[in-house]
């Protein structure tokens, strides 16, 4: 490997813009169908932009569950009061898990970065940010960019955490982010990947493969890819998170799925209804979630 790609990059060699940290090719990644989709998507995301619609002195501003829900999987057994100095979010989105975690949890970092592809949901981000002060006092620090290279310093990161966004990253990109994040976390860090990965068995997304598999040419570039438990884990170890956080769980929700509740993008009657009334006995619940997660046991 010759010296010039041997050397990660930095935040000094982005640009900060309005409060945003943009790569210097920012125009080529621009230019992208992948980031015009998830640009295109950011705008409305999961209702994000309702707190600029919002009117001053509505619920919305004073509540900011009203926004973002209550997430749930791992992160009801994350601890309340604890401090870590830095945290570093793949796919932050408008702020829905920090929200969560600075102002239900009461977590307190030193520094944040939050990194995502979508501009408009950064934008949002920082609204929110603005809005609800989650993190007081933080260095806080937001990046526009594609996953696969992180701009952070080896073993810089106490606590690395991602929510439901793996599944849209193609697995050749995934496995260099897994280990780019390996190379950022400090050993003995913390990791908590909630309902990132989708279930290759899961009897409904073998319904929606075979339906897609059908139209070969309408392939969706965001399709939610899918791993077994034992593919995940050896994703996990081979980028080297074993190596710095050996003890870990790979495991599935408790969100289970045997109907597709929608094909493309046509909701299917009482599919959601059935799929919430599944209350597998132990030994089926790995074959009937939805996905699964990983995470750090040592929480």
Known sequence: MSQAMSVKPNLNEYQLRDGVYLPKDYENLNST???????????????????????AGAAIKKDYKLLTGTPSGVWS?????????????IGCGYGRIPLFLSLDKNLN?????????????????????????FFPGAEFNVICNS?????????????????????????????????????????GGTFIFNHSFHNKVCPSHIIHNWIRRLNPAGKNEIYLRQFTAAEIDEM?????????CPQYSVEPTNEYSIVPETIKGIKIPFAQSINRSIKPVESM????AYGYSAYTTNL
């Open 33 to 55: 169908g992948h980031k015009q989709l998830w640009d295109e998507i950011g705008k409305t995301y999961y209702g994000s932009q309702k707190i600029e619609q919002a009117e």
């Open 236 to 244: 996990l170890i081979e980028a080297g998170m074993k190596a710095k």
């Open 77 to 89: 057994k994350f601890p309340k009061n604890k401090t870590v100095d830095s945290i570093l979010e």
């Open 147 to 187: 996953a696969e290279i992180l701009p952070l310093e080896d073993n810089s990161i106490d606590l690395l955490i991602s929510n439901c966004v793996f599944m849209h990253i193609p697995e050749a990109q995934l496995r260099k982010l897994m280990a780019e994040m390996a190379r950022v976390l400090k050993p």
């Open 285 to 288: 619940r790995e074959p009937m």
């Open 109 to 133: 970092c030193q520094k944040y970065y939050g990194l995502d592809i979508s501009e408009p949901l950064l934008r949002r981000l920082l609204k929110c940010k603005q809005e609800y002060n």
